[in-house]
């Protein structure tokens, strides 16, 4: 009998797959399509072990099957390549990111060719291609053309490490995801992308999904929507509340002090008996600069006043700043919907009169006067563009405070609607603590409110603390604990008053007391909780420090009332409200919107919705990323590069290692950074932060689509053909984040007509992990990492993507065992055996023949349904029934190998071939399978004595009741338990069993 060499055979089958291009994707439009895809590789330098290749082989079963079952299908692969990964990689070995990816993807690459993976290779691609983030930079364009990008100024998550700000995705339990260092707050420029705006729409379209219950579960926990309220506790202690000398507002165009927001700013001044003025400003349909600012010298500014501009009132603010002498300050601009003074050729035709020049602002003469510069602007802002305002906060190093549905600021806002202006314009800057909570029903036993350490009112406060050393102390302790140490449940709830700062309950009137603790976490809600009976952190900390206690919600049962009145347990559950004046006897549910309208009526609530999710922090100020594609300009702002000169190429550079500045290595490189400004072709610099990794992995699926085209993304009839995503697999950790910023990506791409779906993944498995064989996860530093290269030049391909589909359910994390492979091995030499002992050629007989059709059948369920240890299991009991009949006929043996060709295509390649075919078995037809050898004449009967199995027995398939008792109490095996013992009822179950109680 000839030898199985596996070397042999399958260097043999690779070479002739290859050169055939068999696997190259076929577009019949007569066909039904199936589009199959795994998560793309990150391509270490490590290169694969063998869990990584689990996910790969079972495409590749599903889409070999697919194919042999008539479809188009589209299986392709490609690399996620750029990122602090590869950069990590290269820096520590001294080699360029770029070669070093190359080199990655190369061994990546050998390795999957060696399990001989079904893809086609001619739409591979890497997202550090330019051809590729091309599109990558299109897209991020055309999102900040839809107002979806903007500047953010607050603090931001920087891990010190990594040398970045990080998206909260990145975090796991408040450190970096990459490299485990504890974040820190940082205030930095960064830009941030609305994901927020999709929040809604991700979260309701999870239910029309084929995923897995606990991925859509996973993305629902992280969005976290949550309908409450937010209230407000406002400060109590008077001399807290500093205000200052004056306060001047310069009114826009078309307007006067009588108008719009303005009379109630005024009417808010004097309740708070703070100096205001606001000059009727001249011509205010056609205003003169020389006017306005001669008015505004008139009100006599000091280094006490703080300005505030509406729109060109701002305008004004900023052009009479730049006029003052060098020693000259104010206290603080607030700039409301303020325009960037460039010259246009709007208002080179508009009679300005001096409200803008070429130049634009001189921000460094403007920041000389003022220290605290504030940007309120809106998203929707038809007159005045949201990027002026944020070129405005750019240049001005100011507090940039967004808004969505604020417009331009106009005559309809009420009130409620901008807090922010009252709380900016006291001298201290927060007069009010903001909490959200969904359980305003416990809001009458208020006791106390807890800020996060971060708080900024913290630090506000903190000259005016008396305890000002003890609450530094423990902030300095709180900062050096990550998020999973200060929120665990089973850790001790600690904390310090502010002493000497109250608030008042909005409901009770009552003043309660402000304290810091490290449970609270400054970027979850407003940073800051309200304190009662009815939640246990609070009790636990209450009891702890001796803070007093009130109940307001009742439990149902009298005995548990009576251990919650009396403060022996905490009750956090719905129930009856008490102590809780005009509410009392409501339900919590029917008590939280009559208390929010009540409060809200007295200006100290409103509904909110709040949310998990945060919007994404786009920027990396690190070097291997697709650069982003923004100008700034001085005259201009922040300009998008033109469309048509994409893509922007990352320079090739010597030097590439983070800075210390929070500055990406890219602003160094003057003769890239310096360029023109595409507007006013005046000198401007590039954007030097660089895209997240995430970046092009949220939308590589479309590229497979059409790779090759330099026009579009991708061609609308081909995307509509191929998308969505028919099945989608990869491992269940990108749940939260690739996951989620994929669907992000595409469904704005669906709202500008880019695609044709609004969802990108219509079938998602997630992948069990591979662990090794000490129990631990496979990696360099354990020193366990099994190279697959290693186990397939010892037992085969064949035999080693056969033990990876057998070790267990595809979804359940198993042990790897080396030696576990024989088993896998016999199987793939017995299926050689069969053919070299002439057992192939003759008459299969029927009751092998049931036993093929059966497993025909099964397997084919199988493959679709991904249970591919079951159907291994059948092929091996079909290959033990073959031996053992020793005889079956070639056509029954070649639907044999097409059904384990998904699974072991070589040897079955090989063996088609020496039954004389020439074709390629993937390109053959899936058998069909024949429903008359599906049902039994006989079957195997469980005879039960008093619930135990005692025997069992063959019996005709149909066998009559009577017959099946009588061949059941006739059993010697049934005999020796019932012997001497009456017999009191025989149960019969047809096709399974005879019951038998004695």
Not at 3 to 11: A, N, P, R, T
Not at 651 to 675: F, K, Q, R
């Amino acid at each position: 009998m000839e030898l199985y060499e596996h070397k042999k055979i399958e260097q043999k089958w690779r070479e002739k797959w290859e050169t055939s291009g068999v696997y190259k994707t076929t577009e019949d439009a007569d066909k039904e399509k199936f589009y199959i895809l795994d998560m793309f590789p990150y391509p270490s330098g490590v290169g694969l072990h063998v869990g990584h290749p689990k996910g790969y082989i079972a495409t590749d079963i599903i889409a070999r099957y697919k194919k042999m079952k008539g479809f188009n299908v589209l299986h392709p692969m490609g690399w996620d390549a750029f990122g602090l990964p590869a950069e990590q990689y290269a820096l520590k070995n001294k080699v360029h990111p770029r070669v070093a990816t190359q080199e990655n993807i190369a061994t990546f690459k050998t390795q999957i060719e060696k399990i001989s993976l079904n893809y086609d290779w001619d739409r591979e691609f890497s997202t550090t291609d330019p051809d590729y983030y091309k599109w990558t930079q299109w897209t991020f364009l055309q999102m900040f053309k839809k107002d979806l990008v903007y500047r953010s100024h607050e603090p931001i998550n920087w891990c010190p490490s990594c040398k970045t700000g990080l998206a909260n995705e990145d975090l796991e339990d408040g450190a970096c995801e990459r490299c485990g260092t504890p974040i820190e707050k940082k205030k930095m420029p960064q830009w941030v992308i609305k994901i927020t705006d999709y929040a809604d729409r991700m979260l309701a379209d999870l239910d029309g999904l084929d995923w897995q219950e606990n991925i859509k579960q996973s993305q629902r926990n992280w969005i976290g929507r949550s309908e409450g309220a937010e209230i407000e506790f406002r400060i109590k202690n008077e001399e807290l509340k500093s205000t200052s000398q004056k306060v001047i507002l310069m009114h826009g165009k078309d307007t006067d002090p009588s108008q719009k927001w303005y009379p109630w700013l005024a009417a808010e001044m004097q309740k708070k008996k703070i100096p205001f003025v606001a000059p009727v400003l001249l011509h205010a349909d056609d205003p003169h600069m020389d006017e306005w600012l001669s008015q505004l010298d008139d009100t006599k500014p000091t280094e006490d006043t703080i300005l505030i501009g509406h729109s060109r009132g701002g305008v004004a603010i900023l052009r009479w700043l730049e006029k003052q002498p060098e020693n000259f300050k104010v206290k603080k601009v607030i700039l409301v919907a303020t325009n960037y003074a460039k010259c246009d050729e709007k208002h080179t035709k508009d009679n300005t009169h001096g409200f803008y020049t070429d130049a634009g602002y001189d921000f460094e003469a403007i920041k000389k006067h003022c220290d605290d510069f504030v940007v309120l602007h809106s998203t929707d802002d038809k007159w005045v563009s949201f990027s002026h305002g944020e070129t405005n906060a750019h240049g001005l190093d100011a507090n940039f405070i967004k808004f969505n549905d604020r417009g331009h600021f106009g005559s309809t806002l009420k009130k409620q609607e901008i807090p922010a202006l009252l709380d900016l314009i006291s001298g201290v800057q927060d007069i009010s603590i903001k909490v959200f909570t969904t359980r305003v029903d416990t809001i009458f036993s208020g006791a106390f409110v807890i800020l996060a350490p971060e708080h900024e009112l913290v630090e506000i406060l903190k000259e005016k603390i008396s305890n000002g050393t003890e609450v530094e102390e423990y902030i300095q302790a709180a900062q050096k604990k990550t998020e999973i140490d200060r929120t665990a449940v089973d850790k001790e709830k600690t904390g310090v008053e502010l002493k000497s700062v109250t608030v008042i309950n909005p409901a009770t009137g009552q003043e309660i007391p402000v304290w810091i603790s490290d449970f609270v976490l400054a970027y979850y809600g407003t940073g800051a909780v309200f304190a009662d009976a009815h939640d246990a952190r609070d009790f636990v900390m209450a009891k702890k420090y001796n803070i007093p206690l009130t109940v307001s919600i009742r439990p149902k049962s009298d005995a548990a009332w009576e251990k919650v009145k009396n403060f022996e347990e905490c009750y956090e559950e719905d129930g009856i409200l008490v102590n809780s004046g005009d509410f009392d006897g409501l339900t919590s549910e029917e008590a939280r919107s009559k208390i929010t309208q009540w409060l809200a009526q007295k200006d100290l609530a409103e509904e909110k919705t709040s949310y998990r999710l945060r919007d994404w922090v786009f920027g990396r100020q690190r070097y291997w990323g697709e650069p982003i594609p923004l100008i700034h300009c001085e005259k201009c702002g922040v300009v998008p590069m033109p469309e048509e000169e994409l893509p922007l190429v990352l320079p090739d550079v010597e030097h590439y290692e983070p800075t210390d500045t929070g500055e990406s290595p890219l602003a160094g490189i003057d003769e890239w950074v310096n360029t023109e400004c595409p507007q006013c072709g005046g000198s401007a610099r590039r954007e030097t932060d660089t895209m997240p990794q995430w970046a092009g992995s949220s939308w590589y699926y479309l590229r497979y689509i059409d790779p090759k085209n330099d026009t579009a993304l991708v061609d609308p009839q081909k995307e509509k053909y191929w998308s969505p995503v028919d099945f989608y697999v990869g491992g269940e950790e990108h749940a939260t984040r690739h996951l989620i910023y994929a669907r992000f990506w595409h469904k704005f791409l669906f709202d500008i007509g880019v695609v044709s779906h609004d969802e990108p993944f219509a079938k998602l498995q997630t992948v069990g992990l591979i662990i090794a064989e000490d129990g631990r996860k496979m990696s360099k530093r354990w020193g366990n990492v099994i190279n697959p290269d290693d186990v397939i030049e010892r037992f085969g391909a064949d035999t080693f993507r056969t033990y990876e589909m057998f070790m267990g359910p595809f979804d359940a994390s198993v042990a790897w065992n080396t030696e576990g492979m024989i088993g896998s091995r016999k199987f793939i030499e017995r299926i050689w055996k069969i053919y070299y002992r002439d057992y192939v050629g003759g008459e299969t007989p029927n009751a092998l023949k049931k036993t093929l059709h059966k497993t025909i059948n099964k397997v084919g369920d199988d493959i679709e349904e991904m249970k591919y240890n079951t159907a291994i299991s059948a092929m091996m009991i079909l290959s033990n029934d073959i031996e053992k009949q020793k005889s079956i006929s070639t056509e029954d043996f070649g639907a044999f190998l097409k059904i384990l060709c998904p699974f072991a295509p070589h040897i079955t390649q090989e063996l088609w071939e020496q039954m004389g075919n020439t074709s390629f078995l993937i390109e053959e037809n899936w058998p069909v399978y024949d429903e008359k050898y599906l049902s039994d004449d006989e079957i195997e009967l469980v005879v039960q004595v008093n619930g135990k199995v005692r025997d069992k027995i063959m019996v005709a398939a149909d066998i009559a009741e009577d017959d099946a008792k009588e061949k059941a109490l006739a059993s010697k095996k049934v005999q020796k338990f019932i012997d001497g013992k009456k017999v009191r009822k025989v149960i019969f179950v047809q096709g399974k069993l005879v019951s038998i109680v004695v």
